[in-house]
């Protein structure tokens, strides 16, 4: 790294360092979670708010296809963010399922303001490099007459967060800047921070063995979802950080 560059890490490895990991199969769904799962879901959103608002096809056809596992992921994104979040149909409150083995999961980050200007602040006693250093989500951020906004729980200031499935379906009348940045050592321009978080996220994407969704891990290992272990996931590439450089 140099003077000025741009550190920008996934969310996940940060909250799997922090121990932010749940096993799904502990948890027995409740009738809502259920409902959630089985109708909300699989059956209102993927045959029809999501053909009307135009989620893509990839997601519908997930939504279509849950499989019963599903009832214990909603009862989990019910007890840690509630309801607001466990309504969205896919990707609820940013809870990882793609990159964690078997039946766990990983949830955001905790405080990671602090993480990111700790972070900063050792690369800069350790090796002497003035660098940013932010946190960032796939998960989108919608912009509407110029205002920032996210569904995620939580995001930098700039950006409104915590919309649930609320900012999720105002999100389809918007357009989407990009992933979501959680946390930024140092402020600079919105657009600016927009566009880094963007880059690297593009980047992580070109990786072969990139896993979007937890789909995708299965398809990976040609396995149920389950069945995935952390040797498999060890032995394959991940990009959890990229350093942006300016030109």
């Given at each position: 790294?140099?003077?000025?560059?741009?550190?920008?890490?996934?969310?996940?490895?940060?909250a799997?360092?922090?121990?932010r990991?749940?096993?799904?199969?502990?948890?027995?769904?409740?009738?809502l979670?259920?409902?959630l799962a089985?109708?909300?879901?699989?059956?209102?959103?993927?045959y029809?708010?999501?053909?009307i608002?135009?989620?893509?096809k990839?997601t519908?056809?997930?939504?279509?296809?849950?499989p019963?596992?599903?009832?214990?992921h909603?009862?989990?994104?019910?007890?840690?963010?509630?309801?607001?979040?466990?309504?969205?149909p896919?990707?609820?409150?940013?809870?990882d399922l793609?990159?964690?083995?078997?039946?766990?999961?990983s949830?955001?980050?905790?405080n990671p303001?602090?993480?990111?200007?700790?972070?900063?602040?050792?690369?800069?006693?350790?090796?002497?490099?003035?660098?940013?250093?932010?946190?960032?989500?796939?998960d989108?951020?919608y912009?509407?007459?110029?205002k920032?906004?996210t569904?995620l729980p939580?995001?930098?200031?700039e950006i409104?967060?915590?919309f649930?499935f609320?900012?999720?379906?105002?999100?389809?009348?918007?357009k989407?800047k990009?992933?979501t940045?959680?946390?930024?050592?140092?402020?600079?321009?919105l657009?600016e921070?927009?566009?880094i978080?963007?880059?690297?996220?593009?980047y992580q994407n070109?990786?072969i063995?990139s896993?979007?969704?937890?789909?995708?891990?299965?398809?990976?290992f040609?396995?149920?979802?389950?069945?995935v272990?952390?040797?498999?996931?060890?032995?394959i590439e991940h990009?959890?950080?990229?350093?942006v450089?300016?030109?």
């Amino acid at each position: 790294m140099e003077d000025g560059d741009f550190l920008v890490i996934s969310e996940t490895p940060i909250a799997i360092s922090q121990g932010r990991l749940v096993d799904e199969s502990e948890f027995t769904p409740s009738l809502l979670a259920i409902f959630l799962a089985d109708i909300w879901s699989k059956y209102i959103w993927g045959y029809v708010l999501g053909p009307i608002l135009g989620i893509k096809k990839r997601t519908i056809n997930n939504l279509r296809n849950l499989p019963p596992e599903a009832r214990a992921h909603k009862e989990v994104v019910l007890k840690y963010y509630g309801l607001k979040h466990a309504l969205k149909p896919a990707s609820e409150a940013g809870i990882d399922l793609s990159n964690a083995p078997g039946s766990y999961v990983s949830l955001l980050p905790e405080n990671p303001a602090e993480v990111v200007e700790d972070i900063a602040k050792k690369i800069s006693k350790n090796f002497g490099k003035e660098v940013v250093v932010s946190i960032i989500d796939t998960d989108a951020t919608y912009e509407i007459s110029g205002k920032l906004f996210t569904s995620l729980p939580i995001a930098i200031n700039e950006i409104k967060s915590n919309f649930g499935f609320f900012g999720y379906v105002l999100g389809r009348f918007g357009k989407i800047k990009g992933p979501t940045t959680l946390a930024i050592s140092k402020m600079h321009d919105l657009e600016e921070i927009t566009e880094i978080a963007k880059v690297a996220d593009d980047y992580q994407n070109q990786n072969i063995y990139s896993m979007e969704t937890v789909y995708d891990m299965g398809k990976s290992f040609d396995l149920e979802i389950d069945g995935v272990t952390v040797e498999m996931l060890s032995s394959i590439e991940h990009i959890p950080a990229v350093i942006v450089r300016k030109n």
